[in-house]
């Protein structure tokens, strides 16, 4: 079975700190993603990942960056978290179109920014 | 633009009824299209994908769903619902080129009454 692990599955943090939150896969896929969820408005695609240091901005990529160093993780990064940045993060790994993969995720980071 | 409509925020049904969540797109081509469940606390779960062929999909946990071209619409079914269908419910859809993105609907929240 695929697996997707986060580091966490609650962080509360300050508003200002700089947030790291990571993502590692075991199916050696080559895409990864970082959406945030939010009530109303389903999932959001924030950045994703094709190859190793390779990334391209989803659709609300305001306020983050990722790193891929590595084909297996995955790490998305708050510069200066925002109390509007109080979300669930959900990383996925997997199929981005063209082939007949999809998109397998893992359970969530909750982040809460006071 | 490219987007997914899930009509329904929330749905009650009782135990043993029948179920259908409606999911209409707005896409370019036939896309590829998914169903996907969240558990409270749990990340996203794929039910099934339409990719080709058949228009009728079978997934897991005994659920349907029929892709209508003529409607741009990918309803999921399940005959008979238990207590533990009790999730939120994502509909998908996803281009063919390598550059896709998938993009969710906003979801619909299934509460089962005894």
């Known amino acids: 079975d695929v697996k997707v692990t986060q580091s966490s599955r609650y962080l509360v943090k300050r508003t200002g700190e700089k947030v790291f939150l990571e993502c590692v896969q075991d199916m050696d896929h080559e895409n990864m993603f970082w959406y945030r969820q939010d009530p109303g408005l389903g999932l959001r695609l924030i950045y994703f990942?094709?190859?190793?240091?390779?990334?391209e901005k989803g659709d609300i990529p305001e306020g983050y960056s990722v790193s891929r160093e590595k084909k297996e993780r995955f790490s998305l990064i708050l510069e200066s978290a925002s109390t509007n940045q109080t979300s669930m993060y959900l990383c996925?790994?997997?199929?981005?179109?063209?082939?007949?993969?999809?998109?397998?995720f893992g359970p969530g980071t909750r982040l809460t920014v006071l | 633009a490219q987007s997914v409509t899930q009509p329904d925020i929330h749905i009650t049904v009782s135990e043993g009824a029948s179920l259908e969540l409606r999911c209409n797109y707005s896409?370019?081509?036939?896309?590829?299209l998914f169903w996907y469940v969240q558990s409270p606390g749990q990340g996203l779960q794929l039910l099934l994908k339409?990719?080709?062929?058949?228009?009728l999909v079978q997934g897991i946990k005994g659920f349907e769903a029929e892709f209508k071209r003529s409607q741009s619409s990918f309803n999921l079914r399940k005959p008979s619902v238990h207590w533990s269908d009790a999730a939120e419910y994502f509909c998908a859809v996803m281009g063919y080129s390598s550059a896709s993105k998938i993009i969710f609907g906003s979801g619909t929240r299934l509460s089962i009454r005894p």
């Open positions: 996925a790994s997997g199929g981005a179109g063209g082939n007949t993969d999809t998109q397998y």
């Open positions: 339409y990719f080709s062929g058949d228009t």
């Open positions: 990942s094709y190859d190793v240091k390779m990334k």
């Open positions: 896409y370019g081509a036939t896309p590829y």
